[in-house]
Antibody
Framework: QVQLVQSGAEVKKPGASVKVSCKTS????????ISWVRQAPGQGLEWMGW????????KYAERFQDRLTVTIDTSTSTAYMELGSLRADDTAIYFC???????????WGQGTPVTVSS | EIVLTQSPGTLSLSPGERATLSCRAS???????FAWYQQKVGQAPRLLIY???SRATGIPDRFRGRGSGTDFTLTISRLEPEDSAVYFC????????FGQGTKVEIK
């Protein structure tokens, strides 16, 4: 079955970077992209960006353009999300999701809590 | 950026009743690129509806999505206790966005 398993919780200081992994299984990694979505405590969902596994191209939400990097490792079927210049308001749960081009997200990872605190 | 505004913020209904959730877009959304998700406490979102009206695999027919352009609706008929959750709409065009969510409480 399709599974997306994310790395564990992170605690970072303001100004640092965080890198979250999303290991996939149960499907052909090349056939779909990966989206990243975050959810601040008690808040709604915020789309951050997407990568096409097949082509390797990315699209980021404008507000994250200068500090978000989404990458993939096809040898391990794993996607990565790196967010830099962290601030307290980046404290959130970060989700990866299998997302084809022009498709909704049918499968999601379990989420990775990231806490930014001095 | 297309802004999605959901209403009401919270719905409190009894089992067996019908819930009607609304999502209004700031500009027209391609119908094919509209979805609804359910999120229970402590869980990842779960896709319910895509293409505005198609149910995802395993979603009971009590869940019905409708709409086009800027106005979309999710109807949950015959509410069950397990339907207690927050429901988010999403447009997944070139720059995806989510609504802020509607919380459904079962009395």
């Amino acid at each position: 079955q399709v599974q997306l398993v994310q790395s564990g919780a992170e605690v970072k200081k303001p100004g640092a970077s965080v890198k979250v992994s999303c290991k996939t299984s149960g499907y052909n990694f090349n056939d779909y992209g990966i989206s990243w979505v975050r959810q601040a405590p008690g808040q709604g969902l915020e789309w951050m960006g997407w990568i096409s596994v097949y082509y390797g191209n990315t699209k980021y939400a404008e507000r994250f353009q200068d500090r978000l990097t989404v990458t993939i490792d096809t040898s391990t079927s794993t996607a990565y999300m790196e967010l830099g210049s962290l601030r307290a308001d980046d404290t959130a749960i970060y989700f990866c999701a299998r997302t084809g081009r022009g498709q909704p997200s049918f499968y999601w990872g379990q989420g990775t809590p990231v806490t930014v605190s001095s | 950026e297309i802004v999605l505004t959901q209403s009401p913020g919270t719905l409190s209904l009894s089992p067996g009743e019908r819930a009607t959730l609304s999502c209004r877009a700031s500009s027209s959304v391609t119908t094919s690129y509209f979805a609804w998700y359910q999120q229970k406490v402590g869980q990842a979102p779960r896709l319910l509806i895509y293409g505005a009206s198609s149910r995802a695999t395993g979603i009971p027919d009590r869940f019905r999505g409708r709409g086009s352009g800027t106005d979309f609706t999710l109807t949950i008929s015959r509410l069950e206790p397990e339907d207690s959750a927050v429901y988010f709409c999403q447009q997944y065009g070139s720059s995806p966005t989510f609504g802020q969510g509607t919380k459904v409480e079962i009395k």
